[in-house]
Structures are given as C-alpha cells and as structure tokens.
C-alpha cells in the first residue's frame, strides 16, 4: 500500500495494489514449491510471515558471500543466504547445481535453474493439454463485433499468417511487448488500442533500478564458480521518511562479469584500457574483484512509456516499439544511497580498493514493469486484481506490465505468484461460464 504509507510523491503515478500481501502469500508459495527455490526461512529478519518454509536448503556460500558477511557484522547489518531459483538438492526428477559458473546468459545443462522452461512447461505439455508452438510471433489480438477477444493472428517461423480461434487470450509477452501488441490491436471499438479506454496502456513504465560497486581484495577469490548470489543484505528495503526521498532496496554480493565483460568494464576507472597494463590488470584482478549489487525502487512515471514507433518496423514488417524514459530525482537519491552503503560494505569487508558506476538512466535491463497497471477503477488502470482488462472480458495481461509499483528486489517470484493466481481465477471464471462463449 506505498501509496497509503508515504502519501503522494511529486511528479509520479504512486498509487496503492488492489490486492495486499495476504492476498499473494499463498500464491508466492505455491510458486517456491512448483518452480523449486533454495533458501533458509527466518534468515532474514525483515521478512513478512510466511505460511512454509523454502521447499530447498540454501545453496553454499560463496567467496562474495563470506566477504558481504563479515562487512555486514561489523556495520550491524543482517546479512542472510540468498533465495535462489536454483537446485540445492534433486528435486522432482531434476539434479541439483554442480557449480559449473554460468548461471548468467546461459540455459542449464543439468535442469537446476528453476526456468519455467525446465521446470513447469514439461508438466503441462505431459497433460497432453499443452502445445507449444515455439518461433511463432502474434501479431494481433482479434475481436468480434461484440468487443470480445476471439483469438490472434501469428507468424509460423516461415512468416506465414495463421490466425487461432480463442475463448480467452491470455498475454505474457512483458513489460514492454504486451502493451505494444495492444496497440496493435487497434480496430474501430478500439482506436486506441486494445483495452485502452483509460489511455494507460504502455504509461508508468518502470524498470529494475540499482548501482554498481565493485573492490578488489588481496587474495584470489574463485568467485566465477558456482551461482551468481549467495548472501543478501535488506537492512534499507524499506523506504524512510528521514533521508528525505522515496526509495528502498536490497544489496548483493555477486560474480557479475565473465572475462570478455570484466575487460570492458570490471577495471577500476585508473587502470589503462590499451597496453602491458591493461593486461596487468586483468591478469591480477579478475580473480580478486567482487561487486556489489543493489536492487532499487523505480517510481512510476506517466511520461515513461512504451508506444509504437511511426517509422521504424521489426523483421515482420510491424512498428517497431519505441521506449521513452527518465528517472525520477528520488530515484536518482535512491541509486546514490545505496552506492554509498555499498562502498561503505566494501570498505568494511576488507577491500583494497573500491569504486562505484556512476549513477545515470538504465541503457538496459531485463526486468520491465508497470505498463498495463492492474486497479479497481477503469479509468486509472488496465487491469483488475485477478488481471483481466477492465474493457474486455475474455483477455488478460499477466506478466509484469501490471505492476502498480516496481518492488524494492527482483520481481520474478511476485510476478509467478501473480501468474497462479490469475489462473485460479481463470479456471473459476470458465467452469461458472463468466468467460464469454
């Protein structure tokens, strides 16, 4: 309830979830046991209840993570094993994590990264209820002279044009590709676009905000093994009135840049870019640099948006999206704080030396957010609280688009949990007919 808690913040869209915590604890839950996630209840002292405990334990801890602990101890933060998406142990018929350390941009051989893809997607194709249809591309969702969905128009992977009948239509395409293709779907009962009487489809873009800090140590740390996280700090999760801004977050300790990476931006901003001591460096400290990562708040802002772009087209020949977007100041203040409580971690976890990204506006992410906001009024938001778009009653958006808020953390489990409850409530509206026919 940020909106309720902190009252209205200037120059933003801050407003209250249709739904609270009570609300989506089953559902978080449900998404741990389903998915498999690994990690240690009542570690963190800053945790809301929960009704069971993670169905894994953590995974090991790491250089990155013994270094984070012993900084956090002596500032009298509370650091605590990570909550992964990652097999600690076998678990339904996959293996656990054997530490390989390519966790990030990579699938996993061994199953252990807990991907819908490895983990739910082979469940529902054995109902013999699922068919995937992979490289195809929608381009339109289709409505019938009533205004209700009636199915989409999609690209085969030889750019043939197929068009499947639908009862519902259920969009999960994220933060920055459901509103476009709503945009898309514009007709004569839609001229704005698909379920956009209230004008908000692609408005209050946000993204997952953070900082970047990184030190260096005396000892070789082997911190390229294994999974990228194992220890997290949340002592300023929450937003606080006395620094003066809205904003809050977490802080990671992390292996983030593989070798090619580390050489483009893993050095400290003294050491040459060309020559004998470019090379020095790298030799002398991708083994001994840990950075720091902190997750952040991102206001919603109606001038960030997704549209479609008027000139540019994609490779099928459709507007290609256009993303406008600009931090808020407190968002600025936010990413400035926790830069500096990382510095201060690094500090007190040992570093010989340590530095921080400058603070801008993300170029890239991977987290998109806000798009389709869900609400109980038509007029200010897309969605309902079970994500059914309030202009049609058969088609619904469940992905991150219909974030009110962007979280203080990664929204991947708040998203899930999100996903099962919307198909409860899918599954009660087609059994008592209230899907339209």
């Not at 909106?3 to 979830?17: F, I, P, Y």
């Not at 591309?137 to 043939?160: A, E, N």
């Not at 931006?265 to 020559?275: Q, Y």
């Not at 020095?280 to 549209?307: G, Q, W, Y």
């Amino acid at each position: 309830m940020e909106r309720s808690r902190w009252g209205a913040v200037e120059g933003t869209g801050l407003a209250d979830w249709p739904i609270t915590y009570d609300d989506l604890e089953p559902y978080y839950t449900k998404a741990e046991w389903e998915l498999g996630i690994s990690g240690l209840a009542g570690a963190n002292p800053f945790d809301p209840p929960r009704s069971k405990p993670y169905p894994l334990p953590p995974l090991p801890i790491k250089s990155s993570g013994v270094l984070l602990e012993r900084g956090a101890r002596k500032l009298g933060w509370h650091a605590y094993p990570a909550p992964t998406a990652i097999l600690s142990q076998p678990y339904r018929g996959r293996s656990a994590c054997a530490h390989c350390g390519f966790c990030e941009f990579f699938g996993c051989e061994w199953g252990a990264k807990s991907s819908t893809l490895a983990s739910v997607i082979p469940i529902a194709e054995k109902t013999g209820r699922c068919e995937i249809r992979p490289n195809s591309y929608v381009r339109k969702i289709s409505t019938d002279t009533r205004g209700r969905v009636d199915g989409v128009l999609y690209f085969d992977p030889q750019k043939q044009e197929h068009f499947q009948k639908a009862k519902a239509v259920v969009v999960c395409a994220n933060g920055a590709e459901t509103p476009r293709l709503l945009l898309m779907s514009k007709s004569n009962l839609f001229p704005q676009g698909l379920a956009n009487s209230s004008g908000l489809v692609g408005k209050f873009f946000m993204l997952d905000s953070g900082s970047l800090t990184l030190g260096t140590f005396e000892y070789p740390l082997n911190d390229f093994k294994s999974v990228r996280v194992t220890r997290v700090v949340q002592d300023f999760y929450d937003s606080d009135p006395k620094r003066g801004f809205y904003g809050g977050g977490g802080i990671d300790a992390r292996f983030e840049f593989y070798p090619i990476g580390f050489a483009l931006t893993g050095l400290s901003p003294d050491v040459p870019r060309w020559g004998a001591g470019f090379k020095k460096a790298l030799k002398e400290n991708f083994n001994r640099t840990v950075t720091v990562f902190s997750h952040t708040t991102c206001l919603p802002l109606e001038s960030n948006n997704i549209t479609l772009d008027p000139d540019t087209k994609d490779a099928w020949g459709l507007p290609a999206l256009r993303v406008t977007y600009k931090s808020h100041a407190d968002d600025f203040k936010t990413m400035n704080f926790f830069n500096d409580r990382s510095l201060e971690l690094l500090d007190a976890a040992g570093a010989l030396k340590k530095w921080a990204f400058p603070v801008e506006d993300a170029a890239a992410t991977v987290h998109l957010m806000g798009t389709c906001r869900m609400g109980n009024d038509p007029k200010s938001s897309v969605v309902d609280k079970y994500h059914r778009a309030h202009d049609v009653p058969n088609l619904f958006m469940v992905d991150g688009s219909s974030f009110v808020t962007s979280g203080r953390n990664q929204p991947t489990c708040t998203i899930q949990a999100l996903a099962y409850r919307a198909a409860d409530q899918i599954v009660r509206m087609a059994k008592s007919g209230s899907i339209p026919a």
